[in-house]
T-cell receptor, first 110, second 114 residues
């Protein structure tokens, strides 16, 4: 089992739709979790951290489920500009090397 | 404030030549990471620095790859005798400290080996 797994997609949704991605991780000792966004031919940029209590930033909601070892990202009212690849990142704490998922591609169309 | 910068932004070289890629992390960030990303692929970890030390070089693909960091700041990734399979985008990231902190990425160096 890979350390961090994501459905590569693409998720193809119309503007205004709600879409959710999951990311599963294998190391139960993982301590911190992030979602990054990567636009085509650009570097990854932090979208949001994922806290145990869940967190929300505008149209974006991130949640952590430790029991089932996954994190999720929910995007409401999708915009064309949300089209990108969303990377899940997990830090185990015992390792200083964050583990990146392969990313989930989102395409929002008119 | 200034983010992570990398130079050059693009590098085209001939097979067999050596190349040097540079990364300037965010001031005050002690941890620095190098990754590479081939077209349509995920991030591949190469090496990590804490200060000037590299506790983990496990991701370097071969002995043609080396990296150093001086003054706890600038880092250089050197690829000797480049091969076509080295073609990729090389990304540098820094964080305030190692482990659980957020990483901030530079724009990358796109390396093409002909």
């Amino acid at each position: 089992r890979k350390e961090v797994e994501q459905d590569p997609g693409p998720f193809n949704v119309p503007e205004g739709a709600t879409v959710a991605f999951n990311c599963t991780y294998s190391n139960s000792a993982s301590q911190s979790f992030f979602w990054y966004r990567q636009d085509c031919r650009k570097e990854p940029k932090l979208l949001m951290s994922v806290y145990s209590s869940g967190n929300e930033d505008g149209r974006f909601t991130a949640q952590l489920n430790r029991a089932s070892q996954y994190i999720s990202l929910l995007i409401r009212d999708s915009k064309l500009s949300d089209s990108a690849t969303y990377l899940c990142v997990v830090n185990s704490g015992g390792s200083y090397i964050p583990t990146f998922g392969r990313g989930t591609s989102l395409i929002v169309h008119p | 404030g200034a983010g992570v910068s990398q130079s050059p932004s693009n590098k085209v070289t001939e097979k067999g030549k050596d190349v040097e890629l540079r990364c300037d992390p965010i001031s005050g960030h002690t941890a620095l990471y190098w990754y590479r990303q081939s077209l349509g692929q995920g991030l591949e970890f190469l090496i990590y620095f804490q200060g000037n030390s590299a506790p983990d070089k496990s991701g370097l693909p071969s002995d043609r790859f080396s990296a150093e960091r001086t003054g706890g700041s600038v880092s250089t990734l050197t690829i000797q005798r480049t091969q076509q399979e080295d073609s990729a985008v090389y990304l540098c990231a820094s964080s305030y400290s190692e482990g659980t902190d957020t990483q901030y990425f530079g724009p990358g160096t796109r390396l093409t080996v002909l």
